[in-house]
């Protein structure tokens, strides 16, 4: 495991990427004084603005570190994380692009055809191409072995039947990587027969719902197929190798700093708050705080570094998921209870604006991207292997 080896070093960031990362500041700096967006937590999820992706995708700030050839601006892994940090730690609207951009154009690298890649790639840097993922459903879960959406083959084509749930995006999304079976249920071989599919999420046959959230907002959805058309070229990979490409993918989806930074404007704010005036009670929360980021950030700068060698680093991603999203729900209450016992910090209504946004999705932190108890099985597992 890579935390686990003796000879692990952070990967060096280089001058390039600082320079970078002072270009995002200034843009989004200019964003919000310009009214372009209002800060708030969960930008990744709850931030749905097509704009403000496709104004990224100008500035080639989507997929940066991807080959030319398919839209991207051929910089390193870092520059992709580096700009992503800056778009999270300012609660930037990020979401329409960002499940794309983060999860679905990778696996299309490393799995799909030159076909796919051309014709996806490109539009998903542009921003103007948003994908969702179908994975989790009713009465599955995390267990994605027992997923029961299938595709069967009808002439030249496939049929879809089934049902998604938890599905972010998919109401504004134009397309969704979907996991399903296309081989019966072996309950000797369970992770046997699944395959992916790109499918058009305005195609006849395909129904979108909304899941609403405790505050009424919505980015959840279910998502239904009776019997989608799916052409031959939509099959992601081979048929029956999806729990291999799944899990490939699921590595890109738990180690972002998505897992760790969705509450960052509340965590910043409160730092700032604390470190612009004499020292109070607040400053025992604003170390905690920085002790556990600062611990999570170069883990998922490790990862990274491992993603950019090539690897595929599916515990280390589990780890980072699991502290991070529970770092994200301690923080709201470490900063309230600031609130309380700080005079610096209590009153502060952008503060108190950003907690009330936060507090109700809270619970979702531990769940979203698989639950951290199934997370917690699969790093158990692997350690007891070693």
Partial sequence: MLFLDSDFDLPAVGAATASLRRQVREFLAAETRGGGFAP??????????GDFS????????IGYHWPV???????SAFDTLTINEELLAAGAPVGAHWIGARQSAPLLMR????????????RIAAGTTWFAIGMSEPDVGSDLASVRTRAEHAGGCWRLHGRKVWTSGAHVAHHAIVLCRTAPLDPKARHAGLSQFIVDLKAPGVTIRPIRMLDGSHHFNEVTFDGVELPADRLVGNTGDG??????????????PE???STMPIVE???????????????????????????LRNMCLGIWGALEAGGSPVI?????????????????????????????IAGDATLEALLAGAFPLAPTYTLRGGTNEVLRNMIAKHLQSR
Avoid: H
């Fill in 40 to 49: 708030q937590s969960n930008s990744w999820t709850e931030g749905l603005a």
């Fill in 111 to 122: 799995f799909g055809t030159e076909t796919q890649r051309r014709k996806f790639l490109p």
């Fill in 269 to 295: 704010r409160c730092l700032r708050l604390v470190l612009d005036a004499a020292p109070s009670a607040g400053d025992i929360a604003a170390g905690r705080l920085l002790a556990r980021l600062i611990t």
């Fill in 259 to 261: 897992r760790f930074l």
């Fill in 69 to 75: 050839a398919w839209g991207g601006r051929g910089g």
């Fill in 316 to 344: 280390e991603a589990a780890m980072v998921k699991d502290l991070g999203t529970n770092f994200e729900r301690d923080s709201l209450e470490i900063v309230r209870e600031a609130m309380v016992a700080d005079a610096r």
């Fill in 243 to 256: 729990w291999k490409q799944v899990t490939s993918e699921l590595a890109y989806e738990r180690s972002g």
């Fill in 54 to 61: 496709r104004k990224l995708g100008e500035r080639g700030w």
